[in-house]
T-cell receptor, first 115, second 113 residues
Framework: AQSVTQLGSHVSVSEGALVLLRCNYS??????LFWYVQYPNQGLQLLLK??????LVKGINGFEAEFKKSETSFHLTKPSAHMSDAAEYFC?????????????FGQGTELSVKP | DAGVIQSPRHEVTEMGQEVTLRCKPI?????LFWYRQTMMRGLELLIY????????DSGMPEDRFSAKMPNASFSTLKIQPSEPRDSAVYFCASSLGLPETQYFGPGTRLLVL
């Protein structure tokens, strides 16, 4: 079955520092992978997605993620954190087509940004 | 576009009462999803519809939960009777196809006393 594991339920960085949120996936077929962000008291919104094109995917707000098949990883990065990046981040993988192709979400990583 | 609309935004009810959550997906989207989010269990997919037809309800916790989509612009999630462990934030999301981007509503925060 498809699954994602997010390493670290909570990550804290200083403003201006590199943001690195880790996601590893398990998939028996080439995966479709997603990162969503949830700001406090809001729904989730898409940051970026990988759909088997370029392995380095650029998203909104300066975030990007690199698909590494050899490491089964899809880590999210941003060169310089901003206070407004404080939120919860979810990695997701598409389920197999015979499972309806729905998204399977990780447990989430809460990002804190210190002044 | 107005985005996915959910109502109510907050609901406080007493154990045993019926609760109905409502969702209006983005116009033209053919998939609709209901999720539940709690601290303990994270984000769980409860059920999803394609063209108003339920496709996968394996995430519905028990018979007390039911969901309907009578038309392309409206869906309900009903809990009857409600229990304190149902307290959570319930999200509705819609998409145009799979696995295209899912657009989430703002959620309904449910508290069952």
């Amino acid at each position: 079955a498809q699954s994602v594991t997010q390493l670290g339920s909570h990550v804290s960085v200083s403003e201006g520092a590199l943001v690195l949120l880790r996601c590893n996936y398990s998939s028996s077929v080439p995966p479709y992978l997603f990162w969503y962000v949830q700001y406090p008291n809001q729904g989730l919104q898409l940051l970026l997605k990988y759909t088997s094109a370029a392995t380095l995917v650029k998203g909104i707000n300066g975030f990007e993620a690199e698909f590494k098949k050899s490491e089964t990883s899809f880590h999210l990065t941003k060169p310089s954190a901003h206070m407004s990046d404080a939120a919860e981040y979810f990695c997701a993988v598409r389920a197999l087509y015979n499972q309806g192709g729905k998204l399977i979400f990780g447990q989430g990583t809460e990002l804190s940004v210190k002044p | 576009d107005a985005g996915v609309i959910q109502s109510p935004r907050h609901e406080v009810t007493e154990m045993g009462q019926e609760v109905t959550l409502r969702c209006k997906p983005i116009s033209g989207h053919d998939y609709l999803f209901w999720y539940r989010q709690t601290m303990m269990r994270g984000l769980e997919l409860l059920i999803y519809f394609n063209n108003n037809v339920p496709i996968d309800d394996s995430g519905m916790p028990e018979d007390r939960f039911s969901a309907k989509m009578p038309n392309a612009s409206f869906s309900t999630l009903k809990i009857q009777p409600s229990e304190p462990r149902d307290s959570a934030v319930y999200f509705c999301a819609s998409s145009l196809g799979l696995p295209e981007t899912q657009y989430f509503g703002p959620g309904t925060r449910l508290l069952v006393l």
